[in-house]
T-cell receptor, first 116, second 113 residues
Framework: AQSVAQPEDQVNVAEGNPLTVKCTYSVSGNPYLFWYVQYPNRGLQFLLKYITGDNLVKGSYGFEAEFNKSQTSFHLKKPSALVSDSALYFCAVRERADTGFQKLVFGTGTRLLVSP | DAGVIQSPRHEVTEMGQEVTLRCKPISGHDYLFWYRQTMMRGLELLIYFNNNVPIDDSGMPEDRFSAKMPNASFSTLKIQPSEPRDSAVYFC???????????FGQGTRLTVV
């Protein structure tokens, strides 16, 4: 079964500094990987995904993530953080399958706090 | 499109009462998912449908929980009878295909007192 680990409950960065939110995954085959963001009292909003192709994926609001198969990681990054990036970030994985249905499994979430 | 629409946004009910949560997926999306979010367990997949058919309900915690999708534009999640430990935010999400991301509704915050 697939699983996702987000080792940090919270990440603190100063505005203007680069940020990284870590994610590692486990699947028996090839993964589909996703990042979502959740603002207070809101649903999850899709940021970016890796399905196939280029390992560096660019998404919404200047975020990007790099798929690293050897390290089974999919860390979320942004070159320059904004205070408005403060939110809860979820990594998710689904195993790629030609047949059958695969669940999307979410990590426990990492709270990003960007200070002015 | 207005996105995934959930109702109500907030629900407060007494223990033992029946609760029905509603979801309208995005038109044309073949998959529909119900998730529950709590501080203790994070996001849990309860059940999902493909083309209105329930595919995997292994995440449904107990027989008190049931979900239906009578047509492509409507789904319900029912809890009967409700208990305080059911208090959580319940999300509905839909997805158009296999290689795509899911789109989430705003959620229903359920409080059982």
């Amino acid at each position: 079964a697939q699983s996702v680990a987000q080792p940090e409950d919270q990440v603190n960065v100063a505005e203007g500094n680069p940020l990284t939110v870590k994610c590692t995954y486990s699947v028996s085959g090839n993964p589909y990987l996703f990042w979502y963001v959740q603002y207070p009292n809101r649903g999850l909003q899709f940021l970016l995904k890796y399905i196939t192709g280029d390992n560096l994926v660019k998404g919404s609001y200047g975020f990007e993530a790099e798929f690293n198969k050897s390290q089974t990681s999919f860390h979320l990054k942004k070159p320059s953080a904004l205070v408005s990036d403060s939110a809860l970030y979820f990594c998710a994985v689904r195993e790629r399958a030609d047949t059958g249905f695969q669940k999307l499994v979410f990590g426990t979430g990492t709270r990003l706090l960007v200070s002015p | 499109d207005a996105g995934v629409i959930q109702s109500p946004r907030h629900e407060v009910t007494e223990m033992g009462q029946e609760v029905t949560l509603r979801c309208k997926p995005i038109s044309g999306h073949d998959y529909l998912f119900w998730y529950r979010q709590t501080m203790m367990r994070g996001l849990e997949l309860l059940i999902y449908f493909n083309n209105n058919v329930p595919i995997d309900d292994s995440g449904m915690p107990e027989d008190r929980f049931s979900a239906k999708m009578p047509n492509a534009s409507f789904s319900t999640l029912k809890i009967q009878p409700s208990e305080p430990r059911d208090s959580a935010v319940y999300f509905c999400a839909s997805r158009p295909g296999t290689n795509t991301e899911a789109f989430f509704g705003q959620g229903t915050r359920l409080t059982v007192v």
